[in-house]
């Protein structure tokens, strides 16, 4: 089944940077865009930045020119670097593919911006 482990969150300064990592099992990994969420409490799971199999990566507007995805087919991981964070910044990011697949979601990693 598919499995989808993040890491790299945490609590960090307004206009710090983060790097997290996402690590894909029981899928073809280099056949799907891959993507990350963020979700915060009382609010749906909302499309942060996606990659698609041609590498070509998509950011919502809040975030651009901020954070970059990446991704490695070899290792089936696929990563966001977050800079200049701000507070609304602030949520639990999941990966997953896009379109995500529905009952497959990770843990997700939390990452807080505040000073």
């Known amino acids: 089944q598919v499995q989808l482990v993040e890491s790299g969150g945490g609590l960090v300064q307004p206009g710090g940077s983060l790097r997290l990592s996402c690590t894909a099992s029981?899928?073809?990994?280099?056949?799907?865009?891959m993507a990350w969420y963020r979700q915060t409490p009382g609010k749906q799971r909302d499309l942060v930045a996606s990659?698609?199999?041609?590498?070509?990566?998509g950011y919502a507007e809040p975030v651009k020119g901020r954070f970059t995805i990446s991704r490695d087919n070899a290792r089936n991981t696929v990563d966001l670097q977050m800079s200049s964070l701000k507070p609304e910044d602030t949520g639990v990011y999941y990966c997953?593919?896009?379109?995500?697949?529905?009952?497959?979601w990770g843990q997700g990693t939390q990452v807080t911006v505040s000073s």
């Open positions: 990659i698609t199999t041609a590498f070509r990566p």
């Open positions: 997953n593919a896009w379109p995500a697949f529905s009952g497959s």
């Open positions: 029981g899928i073809i990994f280099r056949s799907n865009t």
